[in-house]
């Protein structure tokens, strides 16, 4: 749709894309998009029963039912969303190394699901208004901690858009805190 549209309040909640939404408002925000991989094995026998995470490797296994989800790696790309499968070979040699007893071959590109993580320069999210437009709250730039920290972040924005005393104090999250 396009057009002109009288509107109370605006959220920017775009993810890896809020910087190019942001930029239409006239607004820069540092953020990048982190790009995650992830694939599955299907019908593991003896399947690992304990969700693990393979610090070294950057790297976690998950299982789900009789299947075996492993994902891994953060590859600042902006909104690029082709599959560099040298990142997807170093989750499955790092497999390897954790898991020898489970054979892991390079799945194919096709079966290789990539996301973008919207990532900030220190890590912090972007939770506020902006200094441009009293009516725009950004709630953006959460990393690799998006699902986690979204009720929060829903939480504060609620609370942002009603005026209401906020729930902790939010300076850190500053929109314009690179300006």
């Known amino acids: 749709m396009s057009g ?5 309040a605006v959220v920017v909640a775009g993810g890896a894309w809020s910087a190019v939404i942001a930029q239409q408002l006239g607004l820069t925000l540092s953020l990048q998009g982190g790009k995650g991989y ?29 299947d075996l989800r492993f994902a891994g790696t953060l590859e600042v790309s902006g909104t690029d ?7 997807v070979r170093g989750i499955v040699q790092s497999i390897n190394k954790y ?6 071959d390079m799945p194919a590109v096709d079966k290789v699901w990539r996301g973008l993580r919207p990532c900030s ?6 939770i506020g208004r ?10 953006t730039g959460h990393g690799m901690m998006g699902l ?15 005026d209401s005393v906020r729930s902790m104090d939010i300076a850190a999250f500053k929109p314009e805190r690179f300006a």
């Not at 002109?4 to 109370?8: E, F, G, L, T």
């Not at 094995?41 to 969700?51: E, G, I, Y």
């Not at 929060?152 to 942002?160: F, I, P, Q, W």
């Open 4 to 8: 002109d549209y009288s509107v109370d």
């Open 38 to 66: 992830s694939f599955m094995l299907r019908n593991v026998p003896n399947n690992v029963r304990v969700p693990a995470i393979m610090l070294e490797a950057r790297a976690t296994a998950t299982p789900m039912g009789t």
């Open 81 to 87: 969303m082709t599959v560099n499968m040298n990142r």
């Open 99 to 104: 898991y020898p007893d489970i054979s892991v």
């Open 121 to 126: 320069p220190d890590g912090l999210p972007y």
């Open 130 to 139: 902006t200094e441009h437009y009293d009516n725009v709250v950004l709630a």
């Open 148 to 162: 986690s920290l979204g009720p929060a972040t829903g939480k504060l924005v609620s609370e942002l858009l009603d």
